[in-house]
């Protein structure tokens, strides 16, 4: 199920981007998506920024520490993001988009913004706001 879950992020990707350093941003969010899937705590460390803000979907604020003890143990079997558009400006880039996870009893759809810092050559996440997508009014019948 993994595996097929992280082939769904590959073939998401950075569809909507305009140019190389675009995809390159969308292409290190794949792999922070992936970390999250695997639980991959040294990719997850590396690639969010000691400052990070958090908002869940909920209102939740997590910092880093809080963060990384959730992302390292969500039991999720799938993320897919879709509908995906990156800005860059100078070292910041402004990912928005779609994020479907899939937790073993239930499916969760978000919006997001999520703003990166490019420190070297690793973008790293400072800021992430999401919130909740209602299902469509055809799914609630």
Known sequence: MKIMALALILCASPALAQNADEIALLKAEDARFRAELTHDAATLDRMTAPEVTYTHFNGKHEDKASLMQSFTHLPFTAIEPTDRHARLYGQVGIVRGLVARQL???RLLDAYIAVYVRQGKVWRLTNWVSHAV???PSALH
């Open 104 to 106: 073993p009893d239930r």
């Open 134 to 136: 209602p299902p469509p």
